[in-house]
């Protein structure tokens, strides 16, 4: 789906693209997996770019550091009307992703130690499923459109339709 307003420029894609890389160190296990099985590939090298500004910012903020990242976005982003909906969109959809992570990771601590190879595989599963699904994001915000991703993209542009 394209973008439903005027054109965009350079920084407003890049500010859209840039929540993505919040939620892309949620699939830092599966990250660190994938580059434990290709050693030739140079996945880190590749992916580090993107993670070096939330490893500073949760560096910078201490142990509450998730918490005051969300806040802050849904506070100063995604609630303020003063800026672009597709902005809004993109940061709201990966903040969905953080929730939407955090959920199954309770489920998998709810499962315990009777569960615990099943808890594992969910975990990477997951994992691989946010980088996958991140970098997907980050791209078509950097092209200028918005994704489209079944329950998340729905509940996104409810809560940033006006």
Do not use: C, W
């Not at 290709?38 to 910012?57: G, K, M, Q, R, T």
């Not at 990771?105 to 499923?129: E, K, R, Y």
């Not at 950097?142 to 542009?157: F, K």
């Amino acid at each position: 789906m394209n973008y439903r307003g005027s054109s965009l420029s350079v920084p407003e894609r890049i500010f859209a693209a840039l929540p993505y890389t919040i939620s892309l160190m949620a699939g830092i296990p599966a990250i660190l997996l994938l580059a434990n099985f290709l050693p030739n590939v140079p996945i880190v090298e590749i992916l580090a770019p993107l993670l070096f500004i939330p490893f500073s910012l949760t560096r910078f903020l201490g142990p509450f550091a998730n918490l005051i990242i969300f806040f802050g976005l849904f506070f100063f982003v995604v609630r303020n009307n003063d800026i672009k909906q597709f902005i809004r969109f993109h940061t709201m959809q990966s903040l969905m992703i953080g929730i939407a992570v955090s959920v199954t990771g309770l489920i998998g601590s709810l499962l315990g130690p009777t569960m615990a190879m099943f808890s594992a595989l969910l975990s990477i599963v997951v994992s691989a499923g946010v980088v996958g699904v991140s970098i997907y994001s980050m791209i078509l915000a950097l092209m200028g459109n918005y994704t489209n991703i079944p329950l998340l993209s729905e509940a996104s542009d409810a809560q940033t339709r006006y």
